[in-house]
């Protein structure tokens, strides 16, 4: 099946750091873009989403980028828990029939 | 409000059978996806059901089935099972309200012997 291009690296960062994961997408005609957070044993857990008309949203503690020039996504943790421990996912909508295309996961470990 | 459940957890088959998986989406919402989730391939969508019909399919073959009730449960079914079905199944679901965003329920693991 079709992916969006994102093998599945492992990042590990210090607890109270910042997280950068990144995600590159290849159709530019894409107008939609979510990340999701996915813990052991439970189904993906929506984090945050940006549309193709911004370059930045911010929630809580959460901020993803949006480079269209580039078509790179990334989606940034600050002050990074224990409880951010998980897979994470983005995702791009690639057509008006809402068909979500998902990349294939970035695993973030959280060293003590 | 309960989010979105899975029924069976886990799942053990053998070649060959079939298999039916359900699932409850959260109250009020109409719209069902379901999802193949393998370590080598990543999230693969099936197909999505809404108001009792298929609104859009994945690359699956035949094999892979669904169907959506009138209080917007959902089944799907996969027959003549393949070693390579082994895979969590997810269903998500949505509402017309927030239709970019997909609520996700635990999954239902299956093994296939």
């Known amino acids: 099946g079709e992916s969006v291009g994102l093998h599945l690296p492992t990042l590990s960062v210090q607890e109270g750091d910042n997280s950068i994961i990144n995600c590159a997408y290849s159709?530019?005609?894409?107008?939609?873009f979510i990340w999701y957070k996915q813990e052991s044993g439970k189904g993906p857990q929506f984090i945050i989403d940006?549309?193709?008309n911004m370059d930045k949203r911010q929630g809580q503690r959460v901020t993803v980028l949006l480079n269209k020039t580039v078509k790179h996504l990334s989606l940034q943790i600050a002050a990074t828990q224990p409880g951010d421990s998980a897979v994470y996912f983005c995702?791009?909508?690639?057509?008006?029939?809402?068909?979500?295309?998902w990349g294939a996961g970035t695993k973030l470990i959280i060293k003590p | 409000k309960a989010g979105v459940t899975q029924t069976p957890r886990y799942l053990i088959k053998t070649r060959g059978q079939q298999v039916t998986l359900s699932c409850s989406p959260i109250s009020g919402h109409r719209s069902v996806s379901w999802y193949q989730q393998t370590p080598g391939q990543g999230l693969q969508f099936l197909f999505e059901?809404?108001?009792?019909?298929?609104?859009n399919k994945g690359n699956f073959p035949g094999r892979f089935s669904g169907r959506q009730f009138s209080n917007s449960r959902s089944e799907m079914n996969v027959s003549t099972l393949e070693l390579g079905d082994s895979a969590l199944y997810l269903c998500a679901s949505r509402t017309l309200a927030e239709a970019d965003t997909q609520y996700f329920g635990p999954g239902t693991r299956l093994t296939v012997l």
């Open positions: 159709n530019s005609a894409s107008d939609y």
């Open positions: 940006i549309r193709s």
């Open positions: 059901y809404f108001s009792e019909t298929q609104r």
């Open positions: 995702a791009e909508n690639r057509g008006s029939n809402y068909q979500l295309i």
